[in-house]
């Protein structure tokens, strides 16, 4: 199965469980750390990202993704294949999940490891997420917009992460990203 087609089959499956009304809960290829990095599917509200490994990829940026997606997501899922299985079970952090590709004909995901919650969010990192005229937006839903119009993305992000602690900015960054278009689902 291409990306695409495990990205289609994934939200189908766990949209069959969400206890939610959201129409278009996922992003996809939501750029993290100011375009350094892609999560490839994100349900915005929990902030729980859904990495894709098929048997098409190679397990080299797996370290470094995991690095990113730990600083910035409650939840991480990694969807990979048979063929990955024992490797990134050593590889990733004990409290991502991990979920088997369903194999051809089939369309039923096995889920391997649940994932846990994430309590080492980095408010730097989770700001980076917004674009320059979300990050305005949070400030003016703080009384703080007043200035901050000229400012650079990297000032405003700064900003946002001395201003706002860390739940209340998670729920500002889920709205933000919620507003977004790209959703698949």
């Given at each position: ?159 946002l992460a001395e201003l706002i602690p860390v739940e209340p900015l998670k729920a500002e960054v ?12």
């Amino acid at each position: 199965m291409r990306e695409q087609e495990i990205k289609r089959a994934l939200i189908s499956h766990l949209n069959r469980y969400r206890k939610d009304e959201f129409e278009f809960p996922y992003l996809d290829e939501l750029k993290i750390n100011g375009g350094e990095g892609r999560a490839d599917l994100v349900d915005v509200c929990p902030m729980h990202c859904y990495e894709i490994k098929s048997d098409l990829d190679t397990l080299a940026r797996l370290r470094s993704q995991g690095g990113r997606y730990g600083k910035i997501f409650d939840k991480v899922t990694l969807v990979t294949s048979e063929r990955h299985l024992a490797n990134v079970k050593a590889m990733v952090p004990a409290w991502w999940g991990i979920m088997l590709i369903p194999k051809p004909g089939k369309m039923v995901f096995q889920r391997v490891r649940y994932s846990r919650t994430n309590r080492r969010i980095d408010k730097n990192s989770l700001v980076s997420l917004l674009d320059k005229q979300e990050a305005l937006a949070v400030l003016a839903r703080y009384g703080e917009a007043h200035g901050w119009k000229s400012k650079s993305l990297y000032i405003l992000h700064q900003k946002l992460a001395e201003l706002i602690p860390v739940e209340p900015l998670k729920a500002e960054v889920r709205k933000c990203l919620s507003e977004r278009q790209g959703y698949m689902g």
